[in-house]
């Protein structure tokens, strides 16, 4: 379910899709930006739906799930930004960081970048860097990539500001119940406990839940305890200890599951990283 692995502090992408299609279900471990230059979709982050055009900028925060569709005849044309956090650490002003860019959690931004002359500039720009392999193109993708990240930063703040409502769809009592789910992350968790937190039967609940975010309850939570697990080793942990402060009682599940999500054990994995 995870999909693309950063070993770089960022990565940009230009794709094109020409035909109705659709993604399913995944997350990453670190953040993700689109900028949308042409087509017509639907995207769906933590259970919300919403309804993406051209101009309109995704913002995903490292671990969401999210998954899309895309639909009618317009060719899906995206730039795909991938950044860990210590990237954007590292392009703090001091003042005024791209990191606020996640601080109000994932969302879309709507129709805003494509009526700034400047930032459509830049766009076209990294597009060029993008594909290009030579080494005057990368350096200046390194210092168009953080005028593009304040741009985006001034424009979602504008954004709140304004209090433009995004065309969204979702299911209360499921945000409610994924709301409940990674406040408790550290605690037990069982189907029965949450749907009673949401006041569903706990089947009826399983199948809401599936229908809104694509994903059972059991596998969103396990996955949400794996992201969590990671950073705190990212962050010096040992591995039993993240487990533990992510939720996971038994050692061996979380032994188990990172196997499943990383094809490999955690000292294989981190050692690659350099961490052990």
């Not at 770089?8 to 900028?35: A, C, M, N, Q, R």
């Not at 290009?132 to 703040?157: C, E, F, H, T």
């Not at 939570?221 to 992510?246: C, P, V």
Request: aromatic letters at 14%; one cysteine or more; proline letters at 2%.
């Amino acid at each position: 379910m995870e999909k693309g692995y950063l070993n770089t502090p960022y990565k940009l992408f230009y794709l094109e899709d020409d035909k109705s299609t659709s993604y399913p279900p995944h997350y990453h471990g670190f953040h993700k930006i689109i900028i949308v230059l042409s087509g017509q979709l639907l995207y769906t982050i933590e259970g919300k739906q919403y309804e993406v055009k051209e101009g309109d900028t995704i913002i995903v925060q490292k671990n969401d799930v999210h998954h899309l569709s895309v639909y009618g005849t317009y060719e899906y044309k995206r730039i795909i930004i991938y950044m860990k956090e210590s990237y954007i650490d590292a392009i703090d002003s001091g003042n005024a960081t791209a990191l606020s860019i996640f601080d109000q959690g994932s969302d879309v931004i709507k129709g805003k970048l494509d009526k700034d002359v400047l930032l459509q500039e830049i766009i076209q720009e990294l597009i060029m860097t993008i594909q290009s392999d030579s080494d005057d193109m990368a350096l200046w993708q390194r210092v168009l990539l953080p005028s593009l990240l304040v741009g985006i930063r001034r424009y979602k703040q504008n954004y709140f500001k304004e209090k433009i409502l995004t065309k969204t769809v979702y299911d209360i009592r499921i945000q409610r119940a994924i709301s409940f789910i990674n406040k408790n992350l550290d605690e037990v968790l069982s189907v029965e406990i949450i749907a009673n937190h949401v006041y569903l039967s706990k089947y009826h609940f399983m199948r809401l839940f599936k229908k809104e975010t694509a994903c059972s309850v059991h596998k969103y939570i396990t996955n949400k305890r794996l992201g969590t697990a990671h950073d705190m080793i990212l962050n010096g942990f040992s591995f039993k200890r993240a487990a533990i402060e992510a939720g996971f009682m038994d050692y061996s599940n979380f032994l188990k599951a990172f196997k499943q999500r990383y094809n490999q054990s955690p000292r294989s994995y981190f050692g690659q990283s350099g961490i052990f």
